[in-house]
């Protein structure tokens, strides 16, 4: 069958949230101007699952209207009553560098109770590329629950700030070999002589995983 808006908005329209579901699935065969003015009522929809398909295409969508998706995801961000549904905002917001609303994000961040809204913001400060994150990041790193920690070491490394090397050197020593790994990607895009001697030491690692990654990136600095 071929997908037309008003094929999508039909099912947009039913009472039936799995044709919902899928009627958000098909936007993606719309032309993007087209699939932003429908996908907008489905944020607000009242089932949680529909409403987070539908922020997640706000990713790419939002870039038809960047200041209407900067209201929408902020509202979803903080007023949605699903975790899922504000992460994904979270997601969405940092996706489109909607830098406006790093406010809301750090407010969030020191008020949810959510752990996955807290990885899902700590996560995205990387890719929001905010210089005002780094601190939000440095308080992170500290975080008792080992997910938001790692979060923080891969969004220090996509936020580029070399003051983060001094802070991952402690993690270099990490008795998890994953967070060992991650440290190497963040050395990695760091770069500078601190992060490649850290790197050096890496390098030597007896899990494989992590040496390999460390003597590739010596390379690449």
């Known amino acids: 069958m071929t997908v037309t808006p008003e094929s999508v908005q039909q099912l947009l329209g039913s009472e039936n949230f799995g044709d919902r579901l899928r009627g958000i699935n098909q936007l993606r065969q719309l032309e993007p101007a087209i699939a932003y003015e429908l996908v ?45 549904v504000q992460a994904v905002a979270a997601d969405a917001l940092a996706a489109l560098k909607l830098t406006e609303a790093f406010d809301e994000l750090e407010h969030l961040y020191q008020t949810t109770p959510e752990w996955l809204v807290k990885f899902s913001i700590v996560a ?44 991952l050197a402690a993690h270099a ?21 601190q992060a490649k001697s850290i790197l050096t030491n890496l390098a030597q690692d007896h899990e494989p995983q992590v040496s390999q990654a460390a003597k590739a990136s010596l390379v690449s600095l």
């Open 124 to 167: 995205a400060l990387g890719e929001l590329g905010d210089p005002r994150g780094f601190i939000l990041l440095e308080e992170a790193l500290k975080s008792e629950q080992e997910i938001i920690q790692s979060a923080a070491i891969g969004s220090l490394g996509e936020l580029g700030d070399p003051r983060a090397v001094s802070l």
């Open 173 to 193: 020593e990490n008795p998890d070999w994953q967070v060992r790994y991650r440290v190497v990607q963040a050395l990695s895009r760091l770069g500078g002589s």
């Open 40 to 84: 907008q009522p489905a944020v607000v929809d009242p089932n949680t699952r529909v409403r987070y398909a539908a922020v997640s295409q706000m990713s790419s969508l939002g870039n038809q209207n960047r200041s209407a998706a900067l209201e929408i995801l902020r509202d979803r961000l903080l007023n949605d009553s699903e975790p899922d």
